[in-house]
């Protein structure tokens, strides 16, 4: 329900922000790149930026409505930080020490460099939420401890499905305030 999957059975769901979702499976086939995973990953960040754009335009024509759809666009692109997410998914990339070669075949990764890719892009992408089922799954030990450091370091709310004990223990004690 929280990544929009399932409706719920009564009342509703409602989120403030953008979620960064990783399943278990990651949705590529043989055929893409290391490239397409970036750009899936970043979709909705790369809307941002379009999406000002045609606020602005209707500011600009006074049409009904145009404040509003504006802040909100602005709002978003700067809770993001839309233009920079390239330049973020590249450090992310480097800290989990993952493949950054966008033309490389997907098919040519091991399931451990994938996950790290999609972890970078997710830490990079800047999203109010993470959801991430199982991200330990594939990965060294090592690199467990890169990505709880980079989970620590990051601003978004996580919301983390796993059964790695280390994981959990040291996880489980974060806290966070919204102020």
Same mark, same amino acid.
């Given at each position: 329900?929280?990544?929009?999957?399932?409706?719920?059975?009564?009342?509703?769901?409602?989120?403030?922000?953008?979620?960064?979702?990783?399943?278990?499976?990651?949705?590529?086939?043989?055929?893409?790149?290391?490239?397409?995973?970036?750009?899936? *990953?970043?979709?909705?960040?790369? /809307?941002?930026?379009?999406?000002?754009?045609?606020?602005? *335009?209707?500011?600009?024509?006074?049409?009904?409505?145009?404040?509003?759809?504006?802040?909100?666009?602005?709002?978003?692109? *700067?809770?993001?930080?839309?233009?920079?997410?390239? %330049?973020?998914?590249?450090? @992310?990339?480097?800290?989990?020490?993952?493949?950054?070669?966008? /033309?490389?075949?997907?098919? !040519?990764? @091991?399931?451990?460099?994938?996950? %790290?890719?999609?972890?970078?892009?997710?830490?990079?992408?800047?999203?109010?939420?993470?959801?991430?089922?199982?991200? /330990?799954?594939?990965? @060294?030990?090592?690199?467990?401890? *890169?990505? !709880?450091?980079?989970?620590?370091?990051?601003?978004?709310?996580?919301?983390?499905? /796993?059964?790695?004990?280390?994981?959990? %223990?040291?996880?489980?004690?974060?806290? %966070?305030?919204?102020?």
């Amino acid at each position: 329900m929280l990544a929009g999957d399932l409706s719920p059975d009564r009342g509703d769901v409602r989120r403030a922000g953008s979620l960064g979702v990783a399943d278990q499976q990651i949705p590529l086939n043989a055929t893409d790149t290391v490239g397409d995973l970036i750009d899936l *990953e970043l979709a909705s960040v790369r /809307t941002a930026p379009a999406d000002l754009e045609r606020a602005t *335009e209707a500011l600009a024509e006074d049409r009904p409505g145009a404040n509003d759809a504006f802040a909100a666009a602005l709002a978003q692109a *700067e809770a993001l930080d839309a233009w920079d997410a390239d %330049r973020r998914v590249e450090i @992310s990339l480097a800290a989990l020490n993952a493949v950054d070669d966008r /033309t490389r075949p997907f098919s !040519t990764l @091991s399931v451990g460099q994938r996950h %790290r890719v999609r972890l970078a892009c997710l830490l990079g992408a800047r999203h109010a939420v993470l959801l991430l089922d199982e991200p /330990t799954n594939h990965l @060294s030990a090592t690199l467990v401890d *890169e990505l !709880t450091d980079a989970l620590a370091a990051t601003p978004a709310a996580v919301l983390i499905v /796993t059964h790695d004990r280390q994981l959990l %223990r040291d996880t489980a004690s974060w806290q %966070r305030l919204a102020l």
